[in-house]
């Protein structure tokens, strides 16, 4: 039996049992009682500790099932993750799935399909009246085993979208949206991001990714083009900002 731990050491044991892969992404850590006799500490310095983890992103308490581990080693984001070859790598659903997919664990889409009429932005990056329906709009909140890591959006022209795959409300598109764009015949050449590194999340925001509203969240406003100029999609993405690495390689002149 260890000597009495404060709460600050309680969680540096347990952060390192999490990184270490003793208590795996998604699984529940022992119940409050059990670290307590194990730690040889109050119930309540054990409630700190994980109040700490949980400030960090490490973990997340369920109503009713206990502590979830939530720490997933940060996702690179990097150009190399919308080739095809990497969108369609064993068969996945778009860049998401197979980066999931490779960390060992399962992604889920939760997908809401509708004509919609796009922001203000949106319209003008897609070069469409302002004010009117002429969108379709896929909402995707995406899981990884279980855990909210990301909510996008993607808006494309109705002149493109409809009655196509892409009205379908489910991940059934083999290399996702881009995959399903260049096999309507509109493969794009190139693609700009703008990222807002850090900011507070809403309250739905928050609720949806199943985040405090003291953890920071990472902006990106995806733009894929035709090699004719032509503007096919807009996606915003929005992550827990502990979820993400980014990296950009480009010339220097």
């Known amino acids: 039996m ?18 270490s892969g003793l208590y ?4 529940l850590l022992p119940s409050e009682p059990e670290l307590a006799q194990r730690y040889g500490a109050s119930r309540s310095l054990v409630n700190r500790a994980m109040s700490v983890l949980a400030a960090e992103g490490l973990v997340r ?23 095809r070859a990497a969108r369609e790598h064993n068969g996945a659903k778009g860049a998401f799935d197979s980066e999931v997919r490779a960390l060992g664990l399962e992604p889920t889409h939760e997908i809401t399909v509708e004509h919609a009429e796009p922001p203000a932005n949106v319209a003008d990056a897609l070069g469409l009246p302002r004010g009117e329906v002429n969108c379709l709009v896929r909402r995707r909140r995406l899981l990884a085993s279980g855990i909210p890591v990301r909510l996008n959006s993607t808006w494309i022209p109705l002149s493109i979208a409809s009655n196509t ?12 949206v881009k995959s399903a764009l260049a096999d309507l015949g509109y493969p ?9 590194p850090s900011r507070l999340p809403t309250e739905d925001e928050a609720q949806a990714l199943e985040i405090s509203r003291d953890r920071t969240v990472t902006d990106i406003v995806h733009t894929g083009h035709t090699a004719d100029g032509q503007t096919v999609e807009v996606t915003t993405t929005l992550a827990p900002a ?4 980014i990296e950009h390689t480009f010339p220097l002149t």
């Open 2 to 19: 260890p000597e009495k731990l404060g709460f600050r050491e309680i969680a540096a044991t347990l952060r390192a049992d999490i990184m």
């Open 24 to 27: 795996p992404t998604a699984t």
């Open 61 to 83: 308490p369920r109503q009713g099932r206990g502590t979830i581990v939530t720490w997933l080693p940060p996702m690179l984001h990097s150009p190399d993750r919308y080739r």
């Open 165 to 176: 795959v892409l009205e379908e409300p489910a991940p059934v598109i083999k290399g996702g």
């Open 188 to 196: 794009q050449s190139e693609a700009r991001e703008r990222i807002v």
């Open 242 to 245: 502990h979820y993400l690495v």
